[in-house]
């Protein structure tokens, strides 16, 4: 029995892991059309940096995740404040919170593109900007709350005892004691305004694209090893951010998704 | 300590202007006369009807690809179940578009693109951690003598398999179910760009309706329909399970 269930374990670790690594050594094959691996090369990844409307895509990527992230970490952190503890209306309050985390993006995405045509509001990055805090909150709010919930209520009162005003024991007791929590939840509001396509795809402006918006429509005029390169240092660059905010939010008992 | 809920004022008018707003204002769009003529037509339910088709595949796919995997992570030393948990977690968080990119070079030499197949392929590569990670959490909480007691009773492997392991790790099943069936009955991307035209989703309908630009209250219609199975959905799952937590 447990063997059958290691290999088939094995099985599908590899079936997830082969394309993406099939992907990131093809991005450094020499051959334009190949299904098999010529000769080393990094061509394409220097023909990526020469692209110049690719830079400028790239900058529009990271204001959107650097913006949202922003946004989202103040408003998902008073989220995950206002949610401590038992209230009446707390199912409610945490259902709307969370909420954006099960929706289909397609759903937030084609709502949010109405409202801002019901509203007369011109995409742009700005909208794009809007549609990601909404989605990063949940997420936010998700992994701060995990913390908060573990904090004892007690050191903020006796904070207060010791004669601090409630501003002051929140600044001096709780933020530092959350400070790891929140910067791991701006990290993954960061990785995941980087990565996100469907949303973006439809609450952006048409001169606006960010890369993945790029990557599907390069896909759309065929494969070619430059997407594949682009598509490596994507996947490079969310991995590292991903384990970076790992490591700030140390090793929860559970693990959560 | 009341005055703790004022943190929530900002998070939720952000919520209720960007989330709950636009969701009443695509519903009002539904129910125009152009909306309401697309609800009432047989080819929005097919498209819903043959999107749940594909999401309950995809979903069946990954239970049964992900339980022995949860079961084996759980049974593994406390050092490699981190470094295997992680490696199943991590293609989660690698961009999901960049992975269907993958998949499309990988499946190319095999000429099964722009099939139902690799749709469902991709689907079920894209949404698996989503199944492995609550069934982990419910395979790991059960007391490890659990199956050798049943067994001492009598039962079969079977036996023990589907009247002691299954009902105790029951939560982590419908989680996990909940977690792979509600975005797979929404994708876009992915069968888009792995099944081709074979594969129309109710995602791609969507987007045909609102960027073709010809008929947006038809794709608000369908947008409603699939906000109204995901609410469904959430509510009946909130009812059964009950976490201390957010999620």
């Not at chain 1, 969370?98 to 084609?110: F, G, H, R």
């Not at chain 1, 790891?180 to 949303?199: K, M, N, Q, R, W």
Request: some cysteine; glycine content about 8%; charged content about 10%.
């Amino acid at each position: 029995m447990s063997r059958v269930a290691t290999t088939w374990t094995i099985g599908v670790l590899v079936l997830l892991w082969v394309p993406i690594v099939l992907l990131a050594a093809f991005s450094f094959n020499e051959a334009r059309f190949a299904t098999t691996f010529t000769a080393f090369t990094l061509d394409w990844y220097v023909r990526l940096f020469e692209d110049r409307e690719l830079r400028g895509i790239l900058v529009n990527t990271l204001v959107v995740a650097g913006g949202s992230a922003l946004l989202s970490t103040v408003l998902g952190t008073m989220a995950a404040m206002g949610l401590r503890g038992t209230f009446a209306g707390k199912r409610v309050a945490a259902g709307l919170v969370t909420l954006p985390v099960m929706i289909p993006d397609i759903v937030l995405a084609i709502s949010l593109l109405v409202l801002f045509r019901a509203g007369g509001i011109p995409l742009s990055l700005g909208t794009a900007l809007v549609a990601h805090t909404t989605f990063n909150l949940a997420y936010v709010a998700i992994v701060v709350s995990a913390r908060a919930e573990s904090l004892d209520p007690s050191l903020e009162a006796a904070a207060m005892d010791l004669g601090c005003t409630p501003t002051q024991a929140w600044f001096k007791v709780t933020l530092p004691a959350l400070a790891p929590a929140i910067a791991s939840g701006a990290l993954l509001a960061f990785t995941l305004s980087f990565d996100d396509f469907v949303i973006t795809y439809f609450t952006t402006g048409p001169g606006d694209g960010t890369l993945p918006v790029k990557i599907f429509s390069m896909v759309r005029h065929g494969i070619s090893p430059k997407v594949h390169a682009l598509a490596t240092l994507i996947l490079t660059g969310s991995v590292v951010l991903i384990v970076l905010a790992r490591a700030l939010a140390g090793t929860p008992k559970e693990v959560r998704t | 300590m009341n005055d703790r809920r004022w943190w929530l004022f900002p998070p939720i008018a952000w919520l209720l202007v960007f989330l709950a707003l636009p969701v009443a204002v695509t519903a009002s769009k539904a129910f125009s006369a152009a909306g309401v003529e697309a609800l009432a037509s047989p080819t929005t339910w097919r498209l819903v009807g043959v999107s749940t088709l594909v999401a309950a595949v995809t979903t069946a796919a990954c239970l049964v690809a992900g339980y022995p995997v949860a079961w084996c992570i759980s049974r593994m030393p406390e050092r490699r179940r981190r470094w295997v948990l992680f490696l199943v977690v991590l293609p989660f968080w690698a961009n999901l578009l960049v992975r269907t990119y993958a998949l499309m070079t990988m499946l190319r030499p095999f000429s099964v693109l722009d099939t139902w197949f690799a749709a469902v392929f991709g689907l079920w590569h894209g949404w698996l951690p989503f199944m492995v990670l609550p069934l982990y959490n419910a395979i790991e909480k059960l007391p490890p003598r659990l199956a050798e007691a049943a067994a001492d009773l009598g039962a079969g492997p079977a036996q023990v398999f589907f009247k002691v392991i299954v009902p105790a790790t029951m939560p982590g099943i419908v989680a996990g179910c909940v977690l792979v069936f509600i975005p797979v009955l929404g994708a876009f991307a992915t069968p888009e760009m792995l099944g081709g035209a074979q594969a129309f989703m109710a995602g791609s309908r969507i987007q045909l309706a609102f960027l073709s630009g010809r008929n947006p209250e038809a794709g608000a219609a369908m947008t409603l329909v699939l906000t109204a199975i995901t609410l469904l959905l959430l509510w009946g799952y909130r009812r059964v399970h009950r976490s201390e937590g957010l999620l």
